[in-house]
């Protein structure tokens, strides 16, 4: 889902690293979301609108990317936390240029932040793609973190030396 820029250089591993933490997050939490914390947790920013169904969303967003975070944190010495930028329209990043929603959810390596379009989730689940819901949600977060992963374990670097 990395898009635009350098931020999306492709790795194939990225995708089955995203469902593994998927599964282990799936599993830690009850196969439910049962485990999730209930507030957004460190090193995460929102923008945009923060009403509603919006903010319960943003929780639960911010939930699963510390869930994420945590589990990095404890299996990957030397692991340093990205920080997730929930916007609606478009972003000016610290170190990948300006995005809009059209880029998608992306991760940059610049700055080492997770950005995510607040209407991303609801086109993912709408007729074009039919892929809604927390899973799929916690499956894009997951594998961006796997981009932040690549980062700091310098896979992302040696990718781009080739």
Request: overall charge negative; aromatic content about 10%.
């Amino acid at each position: 889902m990395s898009r635009g820029g350098k931020a999306g250089a492709g790795v194939g591993g990225a995708g089955i690293l995203g469902i593994i933490v998927v599964v282990v997050f799936a599993l830690l939490s009850g196969g439910e979301g049962g485990g999730l914390p209930a507030s957004l947790g460190d090193g995460t920013g929102t923008t945009g609108d923060s009403s509603g169904d919006v903010a319960e969303e943003n929780r639960f967003l911010g939930a699963v990317f510390t869930d994420v975070q945590d589990y990095w944190e404890s299996t990957l010495p030397g692991y340093r936390r990205a920080t997730m930028v929930i916007f609606l329209d478009n972003v000016e990043t610290g170190g990948c240029g300006f995005a809009t929603a059209a880029t998608g959810p992306f991760y940059c390596p610049a700055d080492e932040h997770v950005y995510l379009d607040q209407s991303f989730f609801d086109v993912l689940a709408g007729p074009q793609f039919g892929a809604g819901g927390d899973f799929a949600q916690a499956y894009v977060i997951a594998h961006e973190v796997a981009h932040h992963v690549q980062t700091v374990t310098g896979v992302s670097g040696d990718v781009r030396a080739e």
